[in-house]
């Protein structure tokens, strides 16, 4: 692992430059919404007929005024951790995986595995899927490298990266990289600054896997780094020196426990799991401030659930975790709306969006130093918010 400390010593910089100017230039914020999932009043979940899923092209140009552009009919599912979606940093693209397609069931619905990448050109208007590129077994998390080059996609039921090449608007698969056991539900990934190196949750294994990227070339690097119980979700703050987990818990949902979010050094030598930080129950969400001093924890804290559950909430919570070089702190939560998933940050980091799945609308929070607050507005989108992304990521 000396070329990952050889990057951070003299790439870090150079890095952060890049992601800030990627960060000025974002104007768009895509959500992809789920209308075939519902809870009834027990807290059971209920398969739908599919045909009603949207992803929404969002302009937040002024942040505090979001516009929907465009309502794609494009199938998206909640059953994942909701970073199955990603803009490239020149905006021209978006990508979204499909993890479960819908089949019938006896007199109802299912979900089996997908391997479908839809890209949709932001360029156009309105904006347009354009093409349909095929992953591995139930795509999931994603990420696209800060050159705009490459994208990466976390295969759950086939424990594998799906490797994708982007020249322009044309993606292709290149490569499937095994990083463990089908079982193991390999759900996220995150790439570093530099483009070189990627994390990816393994989170059934309760652990995450480091990879090592050379050009178009990604390779294993048999190392696996233990985390918290069941690591959902994972991201790398701008100057490239920590990435975070966010650890869901035995069963990986609700069930009225504190759960964490685990702090990885990404320049030690081999980079270790540092710190835990303690955040409430059920997180799936995570992202980072494009200024790297404050990143989010999205909690769903039972409120999916019947309201005789002890552990029930009328909504959600967002967590706020102040970043202080490599020390992480829990400054505070403020709640939000019924099932919180999806959460992204304004270019800028001053706000926040996040997407409350049965509430079927997107709030938009304030960051008032490492504070939150609530701006009372809403933005009622199509369906129910499962994956939400600004670009670049």
Do not use: C
């Not at 086939?158 to 089908?182: M, Q």
């Not at 030690?268 to 969400?285: K, L």
């Amino acid at each position: 692992m000396k070329t990952l400390v050889k990057f951070l010593a003299l790439g870090a910089a150079a890095g952060a430059l890049l992601m800030s100017a990627g960060a000025a230039r974002a104007q768009m914020l895509i959500s992809g919404n789920d209308e075939k999932v519902w809870f009834d009043e027990t807290g059971k979940t209920v398969n739908q007929p599919p045909g009603k899923d949207t992803v929404s092209i969002i302009d937040i140009h002024d942040p505090t005024k979001p516009r929907i552009l465009a309502n794609l009919p494009l199938m998206n599912t909640i059953i994942g951790p909701p970073v199955n979606l990603a803009i490239t940093p020149d905006q021209h693209l978006a990508l979204v995986a499909n993890s479960l397609d819908w089949v019938k069931d006896g007199e109802g619905w299912k979900g089996v595995p997908d391997n479908k990448i839809y890209v949709i050109d932001l360029t156009t208007s309105p904006p347009a899927r354009i093409a349909t590129v095929e992953a591995g077994k139930q795509p999931s998390g994603m990420a696209i490298s800060p050159k705009g080059d490459l994208a990466l996609v976390a295969n759950r039921a086939d424990g594998t990266i799906s490797v994708l090449s982007i020249r322009g608007k044309d993606v292709l698969a290149l490569d499937t990289v095994p990083v463990g056991a089908a079982t193991d539900s390999v759900s996220a990934v995150a790439i570093t600054p530099d483009g070189k190196h990627a994390l990816s949750a393994k989170a059934a294994a309760n652990k995450v896997a480091l990879l090592t990227i050379d050009g178009q070339k990604v390779s294993y690097d048999k190392r696996d780094l233990p985390t918290g119980v069941f690591p959902y979700n994972v991201a790398v703050t701008p100057d490239g020196k920590i990435a975070l987990t966010v650890d869901n818990g035995a069963g990986g949902g609700s069930d009225g426990n504190a759960k964490m979010v685990s702090v990885i050094d990404l320049e030690a030598d081999p980079p270790r799991v540092i710190d835990h930080v303690t955040v409430g129950d059920s997180p799936e969400g995570l992202a980072i401030s494009p200024k790297g001093d404050i990143a989010v924890s999205v909690e769903a804290r039972g409120s999916n659930m019947p309201k005789t559950a002890f552990f029930y909430h009328p909504g959600g919570a967002v967590t706020a975790l102040k970043i202080d070089g490599k020390r992480v702190t829990n400054v505070g939560s403020i709640d939000v709306g019924a099932l919180p998933e999806a959460v992204a940050f304004s270019p800028d980091g001053q706000y926040v969006y996040v997407g409350n799945f049965i509430d079927q609308n997107l709030w938009i929070l304030r960051v008032d130093g490492s504070m939150l607050t609530d701006m009372t507005q809403r933005l009622k989108l199509p369906g129910q918010p499962a994956s939400m992304r600004s670009g670049p990521q």
